[in-house]
């Protein structure tokens, strides 16, 4: 899916709408990434970039300029100009007249006349906007083009503001749009699909990277690739809240733990689930996957408008350590544990994340020192979890070694929470009828 360019020119419409008269946002998009000698990494550019221009080469810089008002604003891409021989050898490029005629942009220049064009564009601006802090040599540029700015003009020509791009263009991703939200119902019913694939293709023996291959396929098959490293951790890999090696034989008895998701058009889904290689959960392994469920569900349903975005978390803190308790992995009081924060141990991240563009997505979390009133349209992960370190000797050794995360996609609406990844089996039921099912039709 291509959006339209009218939706990218409404966000710059917007933006100049924000940042007010006489200013100027300047934009770049990622730098290509090498992996080793002659080998890049397959590009993908900034996700804000992206957001704004819907330009996807490398080596772009977007400069939108406000005038007298900020309706009369001018969008400027400087870009890599077309090149035959380069060209054939790494592909297609749009060109300057590709950014005008095919990305609405008003005015268009090779990048490398940027240093030379940006000081007139920058002269009696009254605020300059970029992503202070984020990249040095970008920063660098910046406080370069200031310098030759006031050289070539006056110091008073210089910018009077730094301002700071990221608390506008942020803001505005938190919000999904109908079209963002196509975006990632597409993205999550792919990866539910990897997901329900890896469920029914998993066997004891079966090496982790085989069962990441069989999300891969699913991902590729739609033209996708994975939003972020998938984790296909099996037994006590699934403790280690970033596994990534993937390099270990599935034994039977374990669960495997696979936490992965596609992007879609620029859009993320992330998807947890965790299930029994062998097909069948252990006595110890439902105990503590039904209270990781029970954690969830209720979370999930504290995703109303105008809940406090931190209000999941705080129900599945309550549930999971009323849990540990009963089950006996925790001991005492209560209002103690939580407050003690003893649950760590076991529950040592949070219980989401915004999604978006980014698969940790932009945007805050408080305001004015508060966490941060839900709106319609607003895209966050449910993922709670609990991890019983494998030499943990403190508990029964029953538990030892269990690592569970349960994770789904939810937008948030004023007519509740809507679960986009709600088709991946999750209830234990649920899993081991697949699981089953799949087995009988195999044998
Ligand atoms: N997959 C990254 C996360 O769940 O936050
Ligand atoms: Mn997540
Ligand atoms: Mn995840």
């Given at each position: 899916m291509k959006f339209s360019q009218d939706i990218f020119e409404q966000r710059r419409d917007r933006l100049a709408q924000m940042m007010g008269a006489n200013c100027i946002a300047v934009i770049e998009t990622s730098p290509v990434a090498m992996r080793n000698r002659d080998a890049d990494y397959k590009y993908r550019g900034d996700s804000s970039f992206y957001y704004l221009t819907g330009f996807t080469e490398p080596e772009a810089v977007a400069v939108i300029e406000t005038f007298d008002t900020a309706e009369q604003y001018c969008y400027t891409l400087f870009c890599r100009e077309r090149h035959h021989e380069m060209e054939i050898w790494n592909g297609r490029r749009a060109g300057t007249a590709g950014a005008l005629a095919d990305y609405a942009a008003h005015e268009a220049y090779a990048i490398e006349f940027l240093d030379e064009n940006i000081i007139e564009m920058l002269q009696a601006k009254e605020q300059l906007y970029y992503r202070i802090g984020q990249r040095r040599d970008f920063d660098h540029k910046v406080t370069d083009w200031l310098r030759q700015t006031a050289e070539q003009y006056t110091p008073a020509a210089v910018p009077k503001q730094l301002r700071q791009l990221d608390e506008i263009v942020d803001e505005m991703r938190v919000i999904k749009s109908a079209d963002e939200i196509a975006c990632m119902e597409t993205a999550a019913a792919i990866s539910v699909r990897a997901h329900q694939r890896a469920m029914q293709q998993v066997r004891p023996g079966m090496m982790e990277y085989a069962l990441e291959a069989e999300l891969n396929y699913i991902f590729a098959q739609a033209g996708c690739v994975p939003a972020y490293t998938s984790i296909v951790g099996g037994g006590a890999n699934a403790c280690i809240l970033h596994y990534v090696e993937n390099d270990q034989v599935l034994n039977d008895g374990d669960l495997v733990l696979i936490d992965a998701g596609c992007e879609y058009a620029y859009y993320a889904a992330d998807i947890t689930r965790t299930f029994p290689v062998n097909g069948k959960f252990s006595p110890a392994q439902k105990a503590l996957y039904q209270l990781v469920l029970d954690a969830q569900l209720a979370a999930i349903a504290a995703v109303?408008?105008?809940?406090?975005?931190?209000a999941p978390h705080q129900v599945v803190v309550e549930i999971l350590v009323k849990g540990l308790v009963t089950l006996g992995l925790l001991h005492g009081d209560i209002d103690t544990l939580i407050e003690d924060e003893a649950y760590r141990r076991f529950y040592m991240h949070g219980t989401g994340h915004w999604l978006g563009i980014d698969v940790h997505d932009v945007g805050a979390y408080k305001q004015q020192g508060e966490s941060r009133r839900l709106e319609a349209g607003m895209v966050l992960t449910i993922e709670p979890g609990l991890y019983i370190a494998e030499d943990d000797e403190t508990v029964d050794a029953k538990w030892r070694g269990i690592g569970i995360r349960i994770e789904d996609d939810v937008l948030v609406t004023a007519q509740g929470p809507r679960v986009?990844?709600?088709?991946v089996a999750k209830s234990i039921d649920e899993i081991e009828q697949l699981m089953a099912q799949h087995k009988a039709a195999t044998c």
């Open positions: 109303q408008v105008g809940a406090h975005y931190h986009l990844t709600d088709q």
